[in-house]
């Protein structure tokens, strides 16, 4: 069954109350700060950034010079560090060239010259122990690459094969690395 359009009656429209609050922190006009107070506040703003500023260029340049400072002190490090190595070399070379001045003595005592010889070789290898270079001599040891290069092979059958047999040339480490590897002859099995 259809509503009779006249019998029915439009409900009521309620309006929604919108309601306002109040702020909370009204300001009135007298509170509100002068432009003398307003151009104050931002003279002070200035001087403080500007004070802050000065700061972040002292803290930025304090920074560059230690920058340099470290870069210099590098570059001296670099530069000089073999100094003590070489103070202590000059020995070595001093002792060298007395044994040379004796050797071109027509009246040169051989036997003195060979212990100024040996004596001189200690001084090198001192010299070379206090700075952490040591020699590499694997007579008899088994063949390493890491450490030996092989310039020949020997059939030999009383060794075992990759056993140094000759070292022909020492080789050297740097505080653990290699700087130059012995030059040596490798037992090969008999053919």
């Known amino acids: 069954m259809k509503a009779d359009p006249q019998t029915l009656t439009p409900e009521p429209i309620q309006e ?4 306002i609050s109040e702020p909370e922190a009204v300001v009135a006009l007298d509170d509100m700060p002068t432009p003398e107070e307003l151009v104050a506040e931002r003279d002070a703003a200035r001087a403080d950034a500007a004070e802050m500023r000065d700061q972040l260029l002292r803290a930025r340049a304090e920074a560059e010079n230690i920058r340099r400072r470290h870069v210099n002190e590098l570059e001296k490090a670099h530069k ?19 044994g040379h001045q004796a050797a071109l003595d027509t009246a040169v005592n051989v036997e003195k010259l060979r212990e100024g010889t040996e004596l001189t070789l200690k001084l090198l290898g001192d010299v070379m ?6 020699a590499v001599d694997p007579l008899e040891q088994p063949f390493d690459p890491a450490f030996h290069q092989a310039i020949s092979m020997q059939p030999r059958a009383d060794v075992a094969p990759n056993t140094v047999v000759a070292v022909v040339q020492k080789g050297y480490v740097l505080n653990g690395r290699l700087v130059r590897p012995a030059m040596v002859l490798v037992s090969s099995a008999p053919s």
């Not at 929604?16 to 309601?19: D, F, G, H, M, N």
């Not at 000089?80 to 007395?98: I, M």
């Open 16 to 19: 929604e109350a919108i309601l």
């Open 80 to 98: 000089f560090a073999l100094e003590g190595f070489a103070r202590e070399l000059l020995q070595v070379r001093d002792s060298l060239e007395l």
């Open 129 to 134: 122990e206090k700075f952490g270079v040591t």
